[in-house]
DNA sequence: CTGTGGATTTGCT
DNA sequence: GCAAATCCACAGG
């Protein structure tokens, strides 16, 4: 049983950004042009054996399963399930991550009912906590911008240490789960709503959502939302 | 500030 | 074989 004085000693920085629960999954049991923007404002945590890290989504993209019509020649599932991307096609809230260009990860969340393979790419981050292990995971200076730190798809997983082998399949709703997505109180955001990035099919469908002129979102002062 | 090209692995045709 | 939901270094304005 703890005293008094043992429950103060959490520490200030534990209790103000302390995750709540997950987020349960039914949030992500609806098609992910629904859930995307309530991701913005959310905060994605990783709790590793080197450290805590936690940064609040600030851009994501939509992609949209195959049983949608028109479907969506952008996703990864769009020709049904294979090996990379069975996990898609399982229930809603666990993580996909996949190698990119041979060197990079890029992570998902899965979203809909079992058998419905939609979901939402996390494209950047705020950091949050851990701003010194991320550093190191990027291989930049400890005084490194915070928008270097994880503007960007697979900027945001080197520094969070995310990786196909240990964090593809993982349940992002679970409370013991190293990986989550909680919701601490963020205020309800204005969403700047654009085509998505990188991609050279559907090329413009309004799928992409970023908090309008937050400067951890990817790209250039127009891709933030500035005039 | 913008634009260009190379790195390097994986999954699928 | 080849294309890929990217990043970075470097060139030029």
């Known amino acids: 049983m703890l005293s008094q004085s043992q429950k103060r000693k959490i520490r200030p920085e534990a209790v103000s ?3 709540g629960r997950p987020l349960p999954r039914a949030f992500f049991e609806v098609p992910p042009e629904r859930v995307a923007p309530l991701l913005l404002g959310k905060v994605l945590t990783h ?40 996990v898609l096609f399982g229930p809603a809230g666990y993580a996909y991550v996949y190698t990119i260009y041979g060197r990079y990860f890029c992570m998902n969340v899965g979203c809909e009912i079992e058998g419905r ?8 981050l705020e950091p949050i906590s851990g701003l010194d292990q991320m550093a190191r995971n990027r291989g930049l200076p400890r005084s490194a911008a915070a928008r270097e730190l994880t503007a960007g798809p697979s900027r945001l997983c080197q520094a969070l240490g995310l990786t196909r082998i240990a964090h593809n399949g993982l349940d992002l709703t679970s409370a013991s789960s190293v990986l989550q997505i909680c919701d601490d109180g963020y205020p309800a955001p204005e969403v700047l709503i654009t085509p998505r990035i990188g991609i050279h099919e559907a090329v413009d469908w309004p799928l992409r959502f970023a908090l309008a002129r937050h400067h951890c979102v990817s790209g250039s002062r127009a891709m933030r939302g500035h005039s």
């Open 17 to 19: 950004s302390a995750p």
């Open 47 to 86: 709790n590793s054996s080197l450290g805590r890290m936690a940064g609040r989504i600030v851009e994501v993209e939509a992609y949209l399963g195959p049983h949608n019509i028109p479907p969506d020649p952008a996703a990864h599932s769009h020709r049904g399930p294979t090996p990379r991307n069975l």
């Open 117 to 124: 393979a939609g979901c939402v790419l996390l494209r950047a």
